[in-house]
């Protein structure tokens, strides 16, 4: 049973950082390209950090600068480091492993940046 468990959301004033950690398991995890999602209050499901298994990554254009994803294939898990975190980063992030046309989802976890 494939599973992928988000963790590390919470509330974080503007300017303050969170990292966020995906968990997965049920998977051969080195053979997987992972990526983080968000999704916002009456947006769609967007892109946020991409990394393959062989560790190149990419960014969405506002988070560029900002976040860090990393992945540890030893301990089967992905990271979103957040800094510099602004009020229009608040969304549900979920995280996504992909190896052809497999893909699972985690449950996500919420980010909310409010003074």
């Known amino acids: 049973q494939v599973q992928l468990v988000e963790s590390g959301g919470g509330l974080v004033q503007p300017g303050g950082s969170l990292r966020l950690s995906c968990a997965a398991s049920?998977?051969?995890?080195?053979?997987?390209?992972m990526a983080w999602y968000r999704q916002a209050p009456g947006k769609q499901r967007g892109l946020v950090a991409t990394?393959?298994?062989?560790?190149?990554?990419n960014y969405e254009d506002s988070v560029k600068g900002r976040f860090t994803i990393s992945r540890d294939n030893a301990k089967n898990t992905v990271y979103l480091q957040m800094n510099s975190l602004k009020p229009e980063d608040t969304a549900v992030y979920y995280c996504?492993?992909?190896?052809?046309?497999?893909?699972?989802w985690g449950q996500g976890t919420q980010v909310t940046v409010s003074s």
């Open positions: 990394i393959t298994r062989g560790g190149t990554r």
């Open positions: 996504s492993a992909r190896y052809f046309v497999a893909n699972y």
């Open positions: 049920g998977i051969i995890f080195s053979l997987y390209d």
